[in-house]
């Protein structure tokens, strides 16, 4: 059993930068793909990007491919997002979670979520 716990989220304006946590406060990452998706008010829970347990292979979302990061720590047991050059269309909650399918950018591959943390950009 893996609880996440995402922590970072802010208001910030448009052109900054901001790094989002997740760690799991029982159980550790240990093989556990790791990814974040986003959900926007009135919108689908969407991918943005995964990180594979043991190599580190890195996959984004075309939406935010060169301006995010995903990058994992296993010793410390976390996972972080370094997003750059933000937009207002990436104002949404933020969820960490984490999958045993290599790789994978569905949802409906990962079993444990974490409750989100919100991320505001304002224009």
């Known amino acids: 059993q893996v609880q996440l716990v995402e922590s970072g989220g802010t208001l910030v304006q448009a052109g900054e930068s901001l790094r989002l946590s997740c760690t799991s406060s029982?159980?550790?990452?240990?093989?556990?793909?790791m990814a974040w998706f986003r959900q926007a008010p009135g919108k689908e829970r969407e991918f943005v990007a995964v990180v594979s347990w043991g190599d580190g292979i890195t996959a984004y979302s075309d939406s935010v491919k060169g301006r995010f990061t995903i990058s994992k720590n296993n010793a410390k047991n976390m996972v972080y997002l370094q997003m750059n050059s933000l937009k207002p269309e990436d104002t949404a909650l933020y969820y960490c979670?984490?999958?045993?399918?290599?790789?994978?950018?569905?949802?409906?591959?990962?079993?444990?979520w974490g409750q989100g943390t919100q991320v505001t950009v304002s224009s």
């Open positions: 979670a984490a999958s045993d399918v290599l790789t994978t950018t569905n949802q409906y591959d990962y079993t444990y």
């Open positions: 029982q159980g550790t990452f240990g093989r556990y793909n």
